[in-house]
């Protein structure tokens, strides 16, 4: 369901949050644990905090995560993780004109 991140603590608000949808690609914080990257298999609902998500231009790299694998996470807003995937997607097009994945 998804992988376990190594490192220092993210600092979260104590309790939980009320249950709402996650997806791939989600973070969630447990208390007093290590952050979760939930992979392809998310459960549709989470109530622990959520303090990140992988950009749709980068969930393909998820699966290709071993363990002990490094990852570094870098912050973006929306209008650079959609220019992102925008540029990944045209790319993609270029290079095989006959494959849709959008």
């Given at each position: 369901?998804?992988?376990?991140?190594?490192?220092?603590?993210?600092?979260?608000?104590?309790?939980?949050?009320?249950?709402?949808?996650?997806?791939?690609?989600?973070?969630?914080?447990?208390?007093?644990?290590?952050?979760?990257?939930?992979?392809?298999?998310?459960?549709?609902?989470?109530?622990?905090?959520?303090?990140?998500?992988?950009?749709?231009?980068?969930?393909h790299l998820?699966?290709?995560?071993?363990?002990?694998?490094?990852?570094?996470?870098?912050a973006a807003?929306?209008?650079?993780?959609?220019?992102?995937?925008?540029?990944?997607?045209k790319q993609?097009?270029?290079?095989?004109?006959?494959?849709?994945?959008?």
């Amino acid at each position: 369901i998804g992988i376990e991140l190594e490192g220092a603590p993210l600092p979260t608000t104590s309790g939980s949050m009320t249950s709402s949808a996650v997806f791939p690609g989600t973070i969630q914080a447990p208390p007093g644990g290590s952050p979760y990257l939930l992979g392809p298999d998310a459960a549709t609902m989470g109530g622990y905090p959520r303090v990140g998500q992988i950009a749709r231009a980068d969930r393909h790299l998820m699966g290709q995560l071993r363990p002990g694998t490094k990852i570094r996470l870098v912050a973006a807003g929306p209008d650079e993780a959609r220019n992102l995937y925008i540029g990944k997607m045209k790319q993609l097009r270029r290079h095989l004109p006959d494959v849709r994945l959008d």
